[in-house]
């Protein structure tokens, strides 16, 4: 494709683009870019925040060029400081490890398996010796460091920030030396780690990177940016029921953003939902549908997406039960609310279970329970609800 319908392409949605006439001179000269996206196994699951930097990477293989997926099982055991008041706890091996392996099955939800090159940071970052860290730190000022906001902001409450902490940009910067990037991407919160990489290469001779960051998108609750951390994700893995249903709970100023950074919508058909809405001529509630509908077909096929639609239609618009949902057996008469929350895996902890029930997450029978010691008197079945989607037959163990 012609080198200026690709960037009008690759800029779409984009947020901070360093720079558009270097991207252009690299479009123009080479036939494949080398396009970069580092990943830390934090955690196990990956969501649709993780998806929208995806999505353009997919774009880039669309073009014909090369995903350069980094793993970074070895930069996860200092843990990523972006955003953070305080130092992150340190991952160990295992976790990571297995971490890491959910990870490379997940991104391929998305990217082409055949496209994308698969790299774990530890390759090259294991290998260096305590010589070459400190060479490469002297590629970098501490005052230049001191630039970033959160760093700035806990240097100057007196926040401790730990030496390993400001490694972690300069490790990332490595990864980019050792596959040659010609273009990182990020979250917008990346934006100054991104760069480091950007100085980093130019400082060992290399052509310096493209950088370009993606926006961050609120989770569910319409407050915080969607992370597992906060309760408010939507994850690859979720069954298609729970996916669908997390969607229609998103608050509808979300849905024009979620449409256009998750879908393939046209943009044309998303500023006529846009505005039909706020002329009150459509739903918001049946635009949010659409958008679930999309997205959940993307993850779980049409089939799927169809009957998750068809359940929620069925238990939330209409106030039915589902016709399936897991029996639970009991041994005993009376049952701590607070316990059964645990023992069905829909709470963690006490507290947990305690929260969930204060906030009245929970319904006996229809019937919102808001104490904490509530204990449940199973002389009939009764039909336990937590939050929106999920459902329990409660029954009595027979015994002998």
Do not use: C
């Not at 996206?37 to 990956?46: A, F, H, K, N, T």
């Not at 990477?57 to 350069?68: P, S």
């Amino acid at each position: 494709m012609d080198p200026l319908k690709q960037l009008q392409i690759l800029k779409k949605n984009v947020v901070d683009l360093v720079n558009e006439e270097e991207l252009l001179d690299k479009l123009k000269r080479k036939k494949q870019l080398r396009v970069k996206l580092g990943v830390d196994p934090s955690r196990p699951d990956l969501h649709l925040g993780h998806a929208v930097v995806l999505f353009k990477l997919k774009q880039f293989q669309e073009l014909g060029h090369r995903v350069v997926l980094i793993i970074g099982d070895f930069t996860a055991q200092i843990g990523d400081p972006s955003g953070r008041d305080s130092t992150r706890p340190m991952l160990s091996e295992e976790e990571v490890k297995k971490n890491a392996e959910t990870y490379a099955q997940q991104v391929f939800k998305i990217l082409d398996r055949e496209k994308t090159e698969l790299r774990f940071n530890s390759e090259w970052l294991g290998k260096m010796s305590f010589a070459d860290v400190i060479k490469l730190a002297s590629k970098y000022t501490v005052a230049r460091m001191l630039e970033r906001d959160d760093f700035a902001k806990r240097y100057k409450e007196n926040v401790p920030i730990s030496i390993a902490e400001f490694l972690y940009p300069l490790a990332q910067a490595q990864d980019s030396v050792a596959i040659e990037a010609d273009v990182e991407l990020g979250g917008t919160d990346q934006y100054f780690n991104l760069l480091v990489g950007r100085h980093i290469q130019q400082q060992l001779g290399q052509e310096p990177q493209i950088v370009m960051t993606m926006p961050i998108i609120e989770g569910t609750d319409g407050k915080m940016k969607m992370s597992k951390s906060y309760g408010n994700y939507i994850a690859f893995n979720d069954p298609p029921n729970e996916m669908f249903g997390k969607l229609m709970s998103i608050p509808d100023w979300l849905i024009v953003k979620y449409m256009r950074l998750l879908t393939n919508v046209s943009e044309e058909k998303i500023e006529e939902y846009e505005r039909l809405m706020k002329e009150g001529k459509i739903n918001p509630r049946d635009v949010k549908m659409k958008l679930a509908f999309e997205i959940t077909k993307f993850f779980h096929g049409e089939d799927e997406a169809r009957e998750a639609q068809e359940h929620f239609v069925k238990v939330f618009s209409k106030r039915e039960l589902p016709e399936e949902m897991p029996t639970v057996h009991l041994d005993r008469d009376h049952v701590e609310l607070v316990e059964l929350l645990m023992k069905l895996n829909v709470a963690e902890s006490k507290s947990e279970a305690k929260r969930l029930i204060q906030q009245g997450g929970v319904k006996v029978d229809g019937e919102k329970i808001t104490d904490i010691h509530a204990k449940l008197t199973l002389e009939t079945e009764k039909i336990l609800k937590v939050g929106k989607r999920q459902f329990f037959k409660l029954v009595r163990r027979e015994t002998d």
